[in-house]
């Protein structure tokens, strides 16, 4: 039996990890018990066991928080890491890939191709072979002029000892990416088409036709971050709802969490069904308490059993347990 059929969060058995963080829109669960989490102020919060918290910034940088916390300054968004235990970091506000040393060394892996800007660069995995999986959500700056399900000009970049190249264009707000055990699938976030797109992956990197995963519109908000359990059901956080919803293995959508304004949440679908886009002061509405905004869902924990939340506008993390462990990522 699948272990999430009949389970829904208690929100009374949530516990916060973490304080006065800024915009952390991404964790990272290690080994040892450690968090890495995206930071606004430019760099990425190191969470220890004990709950002490160093902020880990480029050499010679300030912790400035951006000018609105959203959309401009450095923005690390999506967190990776490489083979030697450095952080990848997909920067949506400096459109970049960069890698940051846990001692503060920051180096420039990925600013465009053929030497334009790429646009918002949103998330970055790493795969068994080393090779990085980079996604930019749109070409439209500032990202939010991009909330509208009319759109579609995000894509993939692949970069190999090759370079790198697009491997897939023209996707709805492309946004997190995973790939399945045995790397034959790649599986994609595409937040304005509501839905979760799959890909079966070639040997050379060159990526299949697309093919939808699970139901074509995955309800209330739109989605953001996934993460797979042990069991193979897809975990989903969707933004403007706050909401985990799971995909399971045979294509059904099970609720695990309904945390948002019913009534904010229906006013941002309403206007997003519209065609135009999204005014900030109608995403503004919406959204919980447990973790405003809810972006992403990161298992963690000895046994992989401790669910952590990201979340644009919260300064803590979310924390429940699960009924089922986390599939592990390739730096675990």
């Known amino acids: 039996m699948n272990p999430i059929q009949g389970f829904s969060v208690d929100p009374a058995s949530i516990r916060h990890v973490g304080h006065d963080l800024q915009r952390p829109e991404c964790i990272l669960a290690q080994r040892d018990g450690s968090l890495l989490v995206a930071d606004a102020r430019g760099g990425v919060q190191r969470i220890a066991p004990t709950g002490e918290q160093t902020l880990i910034l480029p050499e010679g940088a300030a912790a400035t ?170 975990w989903c956080a969707m933004i403007f709802a706050d909401r985990i919803v799971a995909i399971d293995p045979e294509g059904d959508l099970h609720t695990l969490l309904d945390d948002g304004d019913a009534a904010a949440t229906a006013r941002f679908d309403a206007a997003f069904a519209s065609g135009e886009i999204v005014p900030m002061s109608i995403m503004a509405e919406t959204g919980g308490s447990i973790a405003p905004w809810l972006t992403s869902v990161t298992f963690g924990g000895p046994d992989l059993k401790t669910v952590y939340l990201g979340s644009l506008k919260g300064t803590t993390l979310a924390s429940f347990r699960s009924p089922v462990a986390g599939r592990p990522m390739i730096h675990w």
């Open 65 to 234: 928080a951006a000018s609105d916390g959203l959309t401009s300054g450095s923005l690390p968004n999506g967190l990776a890491l490489d083979a030697e235990g450095n952080i990848l970091i997909a920067n949506i506000g400096t459109d970049r890939v960069e890698r940051l040393t846990h001692s503060g060394e920051l180096r420039v892996l990925f600013d465009g191709l053929d030497g334009k800007p790429p646009g918002k660069v949103n998330f970055v995995l790493r795969d068994s072979r080393d090779r990085l999986w980079v996604t930019i959500s749109t070409r439209v700056d500032p990202w939010p002029n991009a909330v509208r399900n009319n759109l579609a000009d995000g894509y993939i970049v692949l970069i190999d000892p090759r370079g790198a190249r697009i491997v897939a264009d023209g996707l709805a707000f492309t946004n997190e990416i995973r790939l399945d055990p045995d790397e034959r699938f790649l599986y994609v976030a595409e937040t304005t088409a509501n839905r979760v797109s799959r890909f079966r992956v070639l040997d050379d990197g060159a990526l299949g036709p697309r093919e939808t995963y699970g139901p074509s519109r995955l309800g209330p908000g739109l989605i953001d971050g996934f993460a797979f359990d042990a069991y193979g059901n897809l």
